[in-house]
């Protein structure tokens, strides 16, 4: 029989994150991303001594080829060690559901994405706000050609609320895909997501692997601890991102006098950045967590005022000129707007109170337990608390202009709750989808007589 590019699906395809497709012509093969199963913790996949039990629990994909010999230990499968076919890992971003099992990897294993992301990668893994993963980072350039066998792939620029987020083009010698990765037309840059689109329907794509988080939940009764906290605090939760930050200058403008605090996502570094310009522009400092300062620091530029917080207890590191102490944030509330991880902020109330966004930071919401005891706390020790979110994925008409956009010729619907539904959605719009099953090899030939 003639070669063919096969296609099988690991994960995701019913499910947010965890998204796993293993794509192969020959002995060539590609699989994109690697992030953790559904229900799979982090944590248990850090070290290949849990290799074996995991994919005897089905907690792992049982990818051939894939997995270190010592690994697998006796599970029945071929190791990475014994396996003919060259491997390569494509990563469209840094999400623990895209990234999360690449502690199971091979360390010689190549694993390619955008430069922007890998260091920002070795940013997020030195101040441990990613773990740290063994394995064979290797860095591409947007828009430029990568060759793995007979496979030609470009990554493409994309927005999501994360640096370095890609989506991924692959060609091979009879059929084209796009993984669309998590993107956004919300963000700052949804120049970048219309234009991997546009790219994506002069590419010709014959199938699209396109996310759909937001077409996960329907309208329904809102949660009472919601109801309950609304009637206690402020929202201005806001569509995008530029939305946000004119509610947060406004807000800012009103409370001249106080102390403004904010606890938002730290690898959405760009609302950060923007953060911290405005405030520079009205004349405060963003003082930060130190850990986000040291993330933040190959990204700031000289014009801006950004410093770190000096808490007792970290009187271990050198005291420098970049450095705020709570006694000045006492003293000049209304000179500093003070950022911080839930991990590590009890000393937010020896602060005066003022005005605090939770801007998409921990406690996300009210499905943690957390949650509710978080937001009342500040609350009664006075601070206005404003729910300040904007979210990392495309609204559902968002999703579907993409889609229409792509004009791919076969679409599948993934990383949603309900693949089915937003299947439905993009074939009223005039498109045909397809809704895969789990560890079935299909090949281009089968997809493209599926066509119509
Ligand atoms: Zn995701
Ligand atoms: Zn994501």
């Keep these: 029989m003639k070669d063919q590019t096969k296609i099988t699906f690991w994960g995701g395809l019913d499910t947010i994150g965890g998204n796993i497709v293993s794509i192969q012509f020959k002995d060539y093969r590609i699989i994109t991303d690697f992030g953790a199963l559904a229900g799979v913790n982090i944590m248990d ?88 993963y063994a394995v064979n980072w290797q860095k591409v350039t947007a828009e430029s050609t990568l060759q793995h066998g007979p496979f030609e792939i470009v990554f493409h620029e994309s927005d999501h609320d994360t640096v370095g987020a890609a989506s991924i083009f692959i060609k091979t010698p009879d059929f084209k ?65 530029i939305k946000l930050m004119n509610s947060i200058e406004a807000i800012a403008q009103e409370h001249s006098e106080q102390l403004i605090a904010f606890n938002g ?43 770190y917080l000096l808490i007792d207890g970290n009187a271990s590191i050198e005291v420098t000129d970049e450095a705020v102490s709570l006694e000045m944030l006492r003293e000049m509330p209304q000179h500093y707007i003070l950022q911080f991880d839930y991990e590590r902020h009890e000393h937010v109330f020896t602060l005066p109170a003022g005005v605090y966004f939770h801007s998409n930071g921990m406690p996300l919401g009210s499905y943690m337990a957390e949650y509710e005891p978080y937001v009342r706390r500040f609350v009664e020790a006075g601070w206005e608390f404003y729910h300040a979110n904007v979210s990392g994925h495309a609204s559902q008409s968002d999703l ?27 074939e009223e719009i005039g498109l045909q989808t397809w809704l895969p099953e789990y560890h079935v090899e299909y090949t281009a030939a089968e997809l493209s007589d599926m066509i119509k």
Excluded at 187 to 196: I, Q, S, T
Excluded at 268 to 289: K, P, S, W
């Design 400 to 426: 579907l202009l993409v889609n229409y956009l792509t004009q791919a010729k076969l679409v599948v619907p993934w990383h949603t709750f309900k693949p089915d539904f937003y299947g439905q959605a993009i």
């Design 177 to 241: 895909i796009v993984y669309s990765g998590d993107f956004r037309l919300s963000g700052f840059h949804p120049e970048k997501v219309l234009n991997w689109a546009q790219k994506a329907h002069e590419f010709d794509a014959d199938l699209f692997l396109v996310e759909g988080t937001t077409f996960s939940h329907f309208a329904s009764e809102p949660n009472p601890v919601d109801v309950a906290l609304a009637e206690v605090t402020h929202s201005i939760n806001s569509p995008n991102e």
């Design 45 to 132: 996949l850090l070290s290949k001594e849990t290799t074996h039990s995991h994919l005897a629990l089905g907690q792992l994909p049982a990818i051939s080829g894939l997995y270190p010999k010592a690994a697998i230990g006796d599970f029945e499968l071929e190791s990475f060690e014994e396996s003919a076919l060259n491997t390569i890992v494509c990563l469209s971003h840094l999400h623990l559901d895209h990234l999360g099992a690449f502690g199971q990897l091979p360390e010689e294993l190549p694993i390619y994405a955008l430069e922007e992301a890998v260091d920002f990668y070795k940013q997020l893994e030195k101040t441990s706000l990613l773990p740290s």
């Design 265 to 307: 996502y730290p690898q959405n570094i760009e609302r950060l950045l923007v953060l911290a310009e405005l405030f520079t522009t009205l004349g405060r400092t963003l003082v930060m967590d130190q850990t986000y300062f040291e993330l933040m620091k190959p990204y700031l530029t000289g014009y801006l005022n950004v410093k």
